[in-house]
């Protein structure tokens, strides 16, 4: 990046179509499949203003990721909010009931809940909706992901010309404040999006710290293991406090505080600690972002004090 400095009074035009290469070769697409954006949240913003609209809803689950049905908005789209099901996957069979979409957008593992949605579930829904709805899967945690009840559905972009797959460089690269980010899809919906989209929205800085990510494999390994490491050591804390979570597949858990969360956050906030924002579909959990051990350790520490 710091050598990039001096391209930056340059267009990215060049450095975005390595970018695109190195991304499609990755994936295992062409170079027509791939459509990079300012973090997948661009990506996102482009689906939605392409794929819904008065007479298009969008889906999502409840809750989810808010960026897809806050950009609804502009596209005067209505959004249907179904209930994560019981084990906090989303509930395909009701998602795909609802009539007149065009936009079905699942976040997997799922934001702010850390779950997943079974690979066979995700596969048999993404069979049966229509080919005219648009099944956007949000697949920014998938790195962490330990499951072998989960798969990246990027492989079935060419068997299905209505799915596509938003990633990111925000999470397990640890560029979240670069903002860059894809879409692998068919090239006819790639156009359509690129029609929504602000020209060169992406900048040279993120587009070489991106090239630089990919080239660093021992970057991914090193943080899924740091990560599954430090999340056990909080698991293992909380089981003997006898605190409850949603089994967490993602950098992040959500915790069970069996009170109203809305204090308690303000509260950690004093001790100069902070935690995830209210989420009010799950008005007593708690969101906490896995951090190095001595963070985790400050955590807990003060999770004792309050919850004593």
Request: charged share 25%.
């Amino acid at each position: 990046m710091t050598a990039a400095f001096g391209l930056s009074w340059r267009y990215p035009d060049e450095n975005q179509d390595e970018l695109v290469d190195a991304l499609a070769k990755l994936n295992g697409v062409a170079k027509a499949n791939i459509l990079s954006g300012a973090g997948s949240g661009e990506i996102l913003k482009v689906a939605v203003a392409a794929f819904t609209g008065t007479d298009k809803k969008l889906v999502v689950g409840d809750p989810t990721f808010e960026a897809a049905a806050g950009h609804a908005k502009a596209s005067h789209a209505d959004v249907m909010k179904v209930k994560l099901n019981a084990a906090y996957g989303h509930d395909l069979p009701k998602m795909a009931d609802i009539p007149g979409v065009g936009l079905h957008y699942i976040c997997n593992p799922n934001n702010p809940t850390a779950s997943i949605t079974p690979k066979a579930e995700l596969r048999a829904f993404i069979a049966k909706v229509p080919k005219e709805t648009i099944v956007l899967v949000d697949e920014a945690y998938h790195h962490f992901v330990e499951s072998a009840d989960y798969e990246s559905v990027i492989p079935l972009v060419k068997e299905y010309p209505n799915l596509m797959v938003a990633r990111t460089f925000s999470k397990i690269y640890g560029m979240a404040g670069l903002r860059c980010g894809y879409c692998v899809a068919q090239p006819d919906k790639i156009e359509l999006m690129r029609a929504q989209q602000s020209w060169d929205s992406v900048s040279i800085m993120a587009i070489v710290a991106a090239r630089a990510s990919l080239d660093d494999n021992g970057q991914v390994e090193n943080g899924r293991k740091n990560n599954s490491e430090v999340r056990k050591y909080v698991c293992d804390e909380l089981d003997k406090m006898k605190f409850t979570y949603i089994p967490s597949h993602a950098n992040f858990m959500m915790i069970d505080m069996r009170r109203e969360v809305k204090p308690i956050i303000a509260a950690f906030k004093d001790k100069k600690v902070q935690v995830g924002r209210l989420f009010p579909p799950l008005p007593t959990h708690l969101r906490v972002t896995i951090g190095t051990k001595p963070q985790m350790e400050r955590f807990l520490a003060v999770f004792k004090e309050l919850m004593a």
